[in-house]
């Protein structure tokens, strides 16, 4: 697909995005089954899903394939791709290429790209051309509610580039790929210069350029900000959103595809047009997503479960969306601790722990849970005592019992990766 090709097709997929509107959750469902039916005929012809492939007259329902988690997707990836491409030979290729800062990486007319590898192991995706250039027209279609006619400067913050980017820009909307390893005086000056109305990085830049522009040095007012590639705490939202006057978005993406996005009424939406959506109970009012991809072609997102625990709304969204709306992306299912309580483990979200540290006065910390159960707190700066009373008082209040608090060394992020700032080590009293 040419430069022209390409814009012509993000252009038909904006305008069909923009166009599509549901009055409510039964005609939204009504127009997701048609096209989960046609996910999963297509889903057959990979080879990972031969023995669905003689399916009675009926064909093959969704409970007929397996729920995949990262691990088991990983370990069959050669078979859930239409080139029969296998994991080692793309993260080879993928690698080469970052580590040279090129973006144009491709096997076999598909271009790969990385996972941040957050999770412990990192991941290839594919996608062709007519894909990308779906994922591009619905991102714009839903970040910019403004629409093309109204012009956008988009500054995107990112591990890695791609000539996805050139060709969406042309006209009244332009892109700036910074490079998210650059030096903090290297980005800030490339987006002085481009002096961009939309602002998109992970939530560990963004608070860095919000305190550069409160102190002065970043004279720079993009209309809309959005937090991509990582949990965006309240804490960050906050200090963000001061420093650059506007409320901070979040785009919710990831390997699996393009999940969700924030509207204009400030709530989080799951792409249902995109994706269909299963809920795997994860405690109270939350919930780890599997997702099926409903247009996926060229490899297989079938039931795949999310690393991912998203807490639920508790109600619909004043912005009239049927598609869903969730009050927060938590983290990782591996940034809930488990500790006892009442005689049985039981989980404990990131947020109890966010809250009691940070209330106690922490700038920023991380707590980890080991393979004994015992938590490991790191604090930046001082105040690592009032961090560690202030997180068994919460933990007390909340019934659980208190694990044994080694004091850490803290590790401040670096800019390309995730801040996780509750983890539990993979094996920790599991099971």
Known sequence: ?????????????????????????????????????????????????????????????????????????LADFDGLNTRGLSLADCLAAARDAEAGRSFDTRLDGLAVGLSSGTSGSQAAFLTSAAERARWAGTMLARALPEGLSGGARVAL??????????AVGGGRVSFRFVDLYDALERQAAALVEFAPTVLAA?????????????????????????????VLDPDVAGRVAAGFGVAVGQIYQATEGFLGI????????????????????????????????????????????????????????????????VAAVEGRSDDVLLLGRGGRVAPCFADLVRGAVLGAGAGDFQVVQGDAGDLVLAVAGDGWEAARDGLAAA?????????????????????????????????????
């Open 395 to 431: 933990l007390a209040r909340a019934g659980f019992d208190l694990p044994r608090i080694d004091r850490g060394d803290y590790l401040a992020p670096a800019v390309g990766q995730k801040r996780r700032r509750v983890r539990r080590e993979s094996s920790a009293r599991d099971g």
């Open 1 to 73: 697909m040419g430069l022209a090709g390409g814009r012509a097709a993000v252009l038909a997929h904006y305008l069909a995005t923009r166009s599509r509107r549901f009055a409510d959750r039964e005609e939204l469902l009504a127009w997701q089954r048609p096209r989960l039916a046609r996910a999963l005929r297509r889903a057959v012809r990979f080879p990972r899903y031969a023995d669905l492939a003689g399916a009675g007259l009926d064909g093959v329902r969704l409970e007929d394939f397996p729920v995949l988690d990262k691990p088991a997707w």
């Open 202 to 230: 992970p939530p560990v830049l963004l608070d860095l350029l919000a305190a550069e522009r409160t102190a002065g040095r970043l004279p720079i007012a993009p209309r809309l900000v959005y937090s991509i590639a990582d």
């Open 157 to 166: 913050v990112l591990r890695a580039g791609g000539p996805l980017y050139d």
């Open 262 to 325: 924030t509207c204009a009424a400030g709530t989080l939406h799951l792409n249902e047009d995109l994706l269909l959506f299963e809920d795997e109970p994860a405690g109270p009012g939350r919930f780890v997503p599997v997702v099926t991809d409903l247009f996926r072609t060229s490899q297989a997102v079938v039931r795949y479960r999310m690393g991912d625990v998203l807490v639920a709304s508790a109600g619909p969204c004043g912005c009239g969306s049927p598609l869903r709306p």
